[in-house]
Structures are given as C-alpha cells and as structure tokens.
C-alpha cells in the first residue's frame, strides 16, 4: 500500500504570501498519477492538479504543482482570501488503486 | 455541465446494507468511470472502488468483501452497496466521475450517512 503524508499539518499564511505544501509517498508515484484537491468546509474536494502539474479545468494559474518520485509539492503563489481550506493529494495505481493524503489545512494568518 | 447527485438514507442500523445511488445529469453515464468515495474525520478520505458504464468494477481491498457497485445506464445513475455496517461506516459518502489518475474529476454533493441503532 501506498501511504501519502502532507506536510505540515496546518500552515499558517498571509494573505498576497505563497504557500508551499508537501506531499512525500511512501514508494515511487508516477508524476502521471498525483492530482490535488481543495475542501472548503460543507463543500465537497474540488479537483486542482492532476499529473501533478496539470492545472484542472477554471484552477487560476496562481495555482502549480511539482513533484517526482516520492516528493511532490503544491504552491499557491499569492494568497486569495477563498484559497484558506483543506488540500489533499491523491495517487493512482497502487493498492487501493487510489489513496489520499491525510490533507493540510491552510489558514489565515 | 455535468452534475452528481447522491441519495439515500441517512441512517442504517448495525449489521444492515447502506444503499445509495447517484443520479448523473448533464452528460451521459456512458462513458467514463464512475467512483465512490467516503470521507471520515478519522480515516479523511477512502476510495471505496469505482465502475465502468459496461458494468466492470474495481474495489478497495479492505472493503472488498462488502462492497457492491452496480449501474443503471437506462437511469443514468449508479449504485453502492455496504453490507454488515458497523459504526466505523459512518462518513460522508461522495459519489465522483473518475478522469484518469483523478479519483474525483467531479463531485457531488455528498451524503452523511449514519449508522446507529
């Protein structure tokens, strides 16, 4: 099995800042297979990254992700007061076939 | 655009078979993967497995055992099947159309489901 790890926990960021959020896999991803989710509380994860680079469908370009192997990376390069929420990463292809990070809380500081 | 909707009951007692189905608007079901994720403050999220419009599934190994999902391509809506629920099973289930390697290009929702007696 596949285990994701975020870190950290929950940052703390101002707003116009960037943030930098890690997501470290227990074995080898392929790039092909990470993607990222943004949860806003009471909403359902919306879908940001997949590819680990790969911008979805409306995800503003301040949003990028990076990332091989085991080490992968969102950044959020200038803090817009709506992108304080929970960040999640996904894998593909391992057992279960898809598995999540634990997630990082991003707020406010 | 397209659209999921979950429905279903809100609360199973112990032992019995959680049942719920989302129905697809805006797009058909023909095509694609169509997944159900469930999502707890203790466990965060958990893929439980995922169907192919013609019908082939792909589960979680640990759910495995109790998992069912079906599909009504005549409805546009598929269907997931817990069995022998325990307390543990309690979660917010999300049903989501699968885009590659994204387990949730798109989401409902969601539905909380309680198992209590």
């Known amino acids: 099995e596949i285990v994701l790890t975020q870190s950290p926990g929950t940052l703390s960021v101002f707003p116009g800042e960037r943030a930098t959020l890690s997501c470290r896999a227990s074995?080898?991803?392929?790039?092909?297979?990470l993607a990222w989710y943004q949860q806003k509380p009471g909403q359902a994860p919306r879908l940001l990254i997949y590819g680990a680079s790969t911008r979805a469908t409306g995800i503003p370009d301040r949003f990028s992700g990076s990332g091989s192997g085991t080490d992968f990376t969102l950044t959020i390069s200038r803090l817009e007061p709506e992108d304080f929420a929970v960040y999640y990463c996904?894998?593909?292809?391992?057992?279960?076939?898809?598995?999540f990070g634990q997630g990082t809380k991003l707020e406010i500081k | 655009q397209v659209q999921l909707q979950e429905s279903g009951p809100g609360l199973v007692k112990p032992s019995e078979t959680l049942s719920l189905t989302c129905t697809v608007s805006g797009d058909s079901i023909s095509s694609y993967y169509w997944s159900w994720i469930r999502q707890t403050p203790g466990k965060g999220l958990e893929w439980i497995g995922y169907i192919y419009y013609r019908g082939s599934t792909t589960y979680n190994p640990s759910l495995k055992s109790r998992v069912t999902i079906s599909v009504d391509t005549s409805k546009n809506q598929f269907s997931l099947k817990l069995s022998s629920v325990t307390d543990a099973d309690t979660a917010m289930y999300y049903c989501t159309r699968v885009s590659g390697s994204a387990a949730g290009a798109v989401w409902g929702q969601g539905t909380l489901v309680t198992v209590s007696s």
């Open positions: 074995q080898s991803v392929s790039s092909t297979y």
């Open positions: 996904q894998q593909y292809g391992g057992s279960p076939m898809y598995s």
